[in-house]
């Protein structure tokens, strides 16, 4: 059985809570089709979330690699098509606050998601859910955390595809903010659909 590393975020910001912390957490252990989730929390952090992503993937030696972010304000799944070298952003939960710094010195500009995008889209389509791939995973933690997976997938030569793909907020969430979403059973399905389509 093939395993799938799947990451979400704690909470950060304003935002009191993160739906993807809860999907990470609930599909620890799940079957869905031939694929084993292994779910994992990261931090919002700039100087850790990275080191601990690769540290799970050295550890887990998954077959695919999705980790999952917040994206308040977004009315569709977005799986991101692409990281670039850059943190940028309001300060993490940390305290730190980077401005325009590289994420890796050596590193390319930017690497481009290895899931199967366009698959991924069809497939939520086919089930009447929303989704679209989005071309920015902008500069905040999110983006840290895909740029990191896909360099060390590239510099370590492995077959694992690996990407990031964005929610919105859940019902949760938007009873405490004015936001468009969606139900958390809706977000979690979304994923499980996504994980099977690999």
């Known amino acids: 059985m093939k395993k799938v590393l799947l ?4 909470a950060f910001l304003d935002n009191p ?3 993807t912390e809860e999907i990470a957490e609930k599909l620890d252990g799940e ?7 292994v779910g994992r929390k990261l931090p919002v952090a700039f100087m850790q979330a990275g080191k601990q992503l690769i540290s799970y993937i050295e550890e887990i030696e998954p ?5 999952l972010g917040l994206a308040a304000g977004r009315t569709a799944i977005t799986p991101e098509r692409i990281a670039i070298n850059c943190n940028d952003g309001p300060k993490d939960n940390s305290g730190y606050q980077p401005n325009g710094e590289v994420i890796v010195d050596d590193g390319a500009d930017g690497y481009f998601s290895t899931l199967p995008l366009q698959e991924i889209i069809a497939t939520l389509h086919a089930e009447k859910l929303p ?4 071309n920015t995973a902008g500069t905040y933690v999110c983006n840290n955390v895909m740029y990191h997976a896909l360099h060390f997938v590239k510099k370590q030569n492995l077959p694992t595809p ?3 793909i964005h929610l919105p907020a859940s019902h949760e969430l938007a009873l405490k903010k004015e936001l468009p979403s969606w139900s958390q059973f809706d977000l979690m399905n979304a994923v499980k659909i996504i994980i099977a389509s690999l």
């Open 131 to 134: 989704a679209k791939v989005s």
């Open 63 to 67: 077959d695919a690699i999705i980790s």
């Open 162 to 164: 690996a990407g990031f």
């Open 17 to 19: 809570i993160n739906p």
């Open 31 to 37: 079957k869905i089709r031939d694929h084993e989730v």
């Open 7 to 10: 990451t979400g975020f704690s």
